[in-house]
């Protein structure tokens, strides 16, 4: 079963959008199809990138697409890759966490060290 072909403009290096669906990524594109997914669009359909009147890019099924990203790091280039959501596991293991204080200590604190204000 085939879809329909969806026609999309490549705005700038990192934005395309078909629509009121504009998403901007370093691999616009790909994040494109799983925001056409999303919002319903047919797995199966094609997806046709512009740049102005030139044809830049296509996906043969944004189903293929959604599933795929661009990856570069300094010592390898460019290459496509699966997509992996970002999970709160994945993030967590990288992200300090920030624990709240309490208004007393903050109060503390300020009256130790002053209010940092020059009289």
Known sequence: MSG???IAQLTSDDTAQVGDIVVRS???????CRALLAAGANPNSKLECFRG???AFTVKTIGIGAKLTIKENDWVGPKLVPYEAL?????GRHVRQ???RSPESTF????RWGSG???
């Open 4 to 6: 329909a072909v969806i």
């Open 98 to 100: 920030k624990h709240p």
């Open 26 to 32: 370093r691999s616009p594109v790909f994040a494109l």
């Open 108 to 111: 503390r604190r300020a009256a």
């Open 117 to 119: 204000r020059a009289a």
């Open 53 to 55: 009147s030139v044809l």
């Open 87 to 91: 999970s709160r596991d994945r993030v």
